[in-house]
């Protein structure tokens, strides 16, 4: 992969992941963050960052040549199966590499899935970020400052 990564734009009705393969998507590109990623609120902007990992990854994988069974280097699997059912149903001029009997069997080789989650991390920051948080009302934060016989 060269050193300029541009992530591909979708409209709203060109998004194919819902919330679950989107999770398991950005789980695959960003595994240390697998319990924020879990936590945040699914929209058509996080699907499309989702989405766009998912072409970059496949379409670099086939630039370079070969592709790493994405089975070998994943416990469960689940990942996998939203990376081929993602190539059988995507639009096949989204990509410039892969061609339409790849995408069937769809893999991210390692090394182009470590390029885009060093280059787009700031990116999943920016998405956690802007995420509503769970505060603590400031009446439960205040009673909490008061001792057991009711002062200060």
């Given at each position: 992969m060269g050193t300029d990564i541009y992530l591909r734009t979708f409209s709203a009705d060109e998004l194919i992941l819902d919330t679950e393969e989107t999770r398991q998507a950005l789980k695959f590109f960003f595994p240390t963050d697998a319990p924020s990623i879990d936590d945040m609120?699914?929209?058509d902007n996080?699907?499309?960052?989702?989405?766009?990992?998912?072409?970059?990854g496949i379409?670099?994988?086939y630039a370079m040549g070969y592709v790493e069974?994405?089975?070998?280097?994943?416990r469960g699997g689940s990942p996998a199966k939203v990376v081929k059912a993602f190539g059988k149903k995507a639009a096949r001029h989204w990509f410039k590499h892969a061609n339409a009997s790849n995408l069937m069997?769809?893999?991210?080789?390692?090394?182009v899935r470590n390029a885009l989650s060093l280059r787009f991390r700031s990116d999943l920051r920016s998405f956690l970020a802007a995420a509503p948080r769970h505060e603590i009302p400031p009446t439960l934060a205040w009673r909490s400052c008061i001792d057991a016989k009711g002062s200060a």
């Open positions: 609120p699914v929209n996080l699907r499309a960052f989702a989405q766009a990992l998912l072409v970059a379409d670099a994988s069974a994405l089975f070998k280097s994943l069997d769809a893999e991210i080789y390692t090394s």
